[in-house]
């Protein structure tokens, strides 16, 4: 499958109270500064590098497609340095910012946006491990499921009955406009035993893994995402 994207890289840039900007690249603590009358030819260089389109899942890594960003953009980056290079010695700031500097600056990008890459490889790898956990889980769980399936089952299928067979009478309760002590004992009675099943249900989910892909594919009601998650 073909993906044009760009690269996601984020570099989010404070106006500082001087005349340079700091980029940011949260995800590795990347920081970059450098004078903002030259931003242009740097946004202008990283647009280049964040535009390519990326072959997924022939084995390719995002690592190695990114640094393939890099010779595709030689020409952009050549210009730019240059560019950035002539305004600062124009507007007499190549003293402040001396062309090894602004090399360093554009050398930068190119290690965030590889470094980018390689984040993006490392993420793909750790959902596929996640994923292959899961399959696993689940073959298991449906090949021979351990006594703790059919329990978390029972468990489940007890809150159901009580909430179809109870429910109804609990919501009529929920509609007067006044309680009576009687109403007040049948919803607390209600919420009480529906509060035991989901934690119980709870428990065994997170001594019980192969239980927990059914509760994923079912969309179990009223068992929450981070119990499930064990």
Same mark, same amino acid.
């Given at each position: %499958?073909?993906?044009?994207?760009?690269?996601?890289?984020?570099?989010? =840039?404070?106006?500082?109270?001087?005349?340079?900007?700091?980029?940011?690249?949260?995800?590795?603590?990347?920081?970059?500064?450098?004078?903002?009358?030259?931003?242009? =030819?740097?946004?202008?260089?990283?647009?280049?590098?964040?535009? !390519?389109?990326?072959?997924?899942?022939?084995?390719?890594? =995002?690592?190695?497609?990114?640094?393939? /960003?890099?010779?595709?953009?030689?020409? +952009?980056?050549?210009? *730019?340095?240059?560019?950035?290079?002539?305004?600062?010695?124009?507007?007499?700031?190549?003293?402040?910012?001396?062309?090894?500097?602004?090399?360093?600056?554009?050398?930068?990008?190119?290690?965030?946006?590889?470094?980018?890459?390689?984040?993006?490889?490392?993420?793909?790898?750790?959902?596929?491990?996640?994923?292959?956990?899961?399959?696993?889980?689940?073959?298991?769980?449906?090949?021979?499921?351990?006594?703790?399936?059919?329990?978390?089952? /029972?468990?489940?299928?007890?809150?159901?009955?009580? *909430?179809?067979? +109870?429910?109804?009478?609990?919501?009529?309760?929920?509609?007067?406009?006044?309680?009576?002590?009687?109403?007040?004992?049948?919803?607390?009675?209600?919420?009480?035993?529906? %509060?035991?099943?989901? !934690?119980?249900?709870?428990?065994?989910?997170?001594?019980?893994?192969?239980?927990?892909?059914?509760?994923?594919?079912?969309?179990?009601?009223?068992?929450?995402?981070?119990?499930?998650?064990?």
């Amino acid at each position: %499958m073909i993906a044009t994207a760009s690269a996601a890289l984020t570099l989010i =840039f404070a106006q500082a109270a001087t005349d340079r900007v700091q980029a940011r690249y949260p995800e590795q603590q990347w920081e970059l500064e450098y004078p903002a009358l030259i931003g242009g =030819f740097v946004d202008d260089y990283y647009r280049c590098l964040k535009g !390519g389109s990326y072959v997924i899942g022939d084995g390719s890594g =995002f690592e190695d497609q990114y640094r393939g /960003d890099i010779q595709r953009c030689s020409k +952009q980056a050549r210009e *730019m340095e240059a560019g950035a290079n002539e305004l600062l010695a124009k507007r007499d700031r190549a003293d402040e910012t001396p062309p090894s500097q602004v090399a360093s600056i554009f050398e930068t990008v190119r290690r965030i946006h590889v470094e980018r890459g390689a984040s993006l490889d490392r993420a793909t790898s750790s959902r596929i491990v996640a994923s292959n956990a899961y399959a696993e889980a689940r073959e298991t769980a449906e090949a021979a499921p351990p006594p703790c399936v059919a329990y978390v089952n /029972d468990l489940r299928a007890q809150r159901q009955r009580h *909430m179809e067979t +109870q429910g109804e009478g609990v919501k009529a309760v929920y509609d007067k406009p006044e309680y009576t002590e009687d109403d007040q004992r049948l919803i607390a009675t209600y919420n009480a035993e529906l %509060m035991r099943l989901t !934690g119980a249900i709870t428990l065994e989910l997170r001594a019980c893994p192969q239980a927990q892909y059914r509760i994923y594919e079912e969309g179990a009601e009223g068992v929450p995402a981070e119990d499930a998650d064990g």
